[in-house]
């Protein structure tokens, strides 16, 4: 099992940017796809973005393609995502997600196991 915790929402001016954090614990954390998911109020949980467990791939919808970026640090146990040019439409509560196995091309959230509690990114007009 592994426990995830995130960090680093907040309010930004649209154009802004953000990094948020997703430290793991638990089992070895290279074992796991990693991945960030969003949920607006009144709407589905959506993919952002997906790294393999040696972050040699990613993957992104086109929504957040160019903008945002996902890597991740194994010997920190830490996944992260940069997003830039940041719109209200971004404005969400963003969730970091892992899988044990799989690609990064796993883009619904029942394909991931664990989920960190979310932390909250919103953008102002």
């Known amino acids: 099992q592994v426990q995830l915790v995130e960090a680093g929402g907040g309010l930004v001016q649209a154009g802004g940017s953000l990094r948020l954090s997703c430290a793991a614990s638990g089992r070895t954390f290279s074992y796991y796809v990693m991945a960030w998911f969003r949920q607006a109020p009144g709407k589905e949980r959506d993919f952002v973005a997906a790294?393999?467990?040696?972050?040699?791939?990613?993957y992104y919808p086109d929504s957040v393609k160019g903008r945002f970026t996902i890597s991740r640090d194994n010997a920190k146990n830490t996944v992260y995502l940069q997003m830039n040019s940041l719109k209200p439409e971004d404005t969400a509560v963003y969730y970091c997600?892992?899988?044990?196995?799989?690609?990064?091309?796993?883009?619904?959230?029942?394909?991931?196991?664990?989920w960190g509690q979310g932390t909250q990114v919103t953008v102002s007009s």
């Open positions: 790294i393999s467990q040696s972050g040699g791939m990613t």
């Open positions: 997600a892992a899988r044990s196995g799989g690609s990064v091309y796993f883009t619904t959230s029942r394909q991931y196991d664990y």
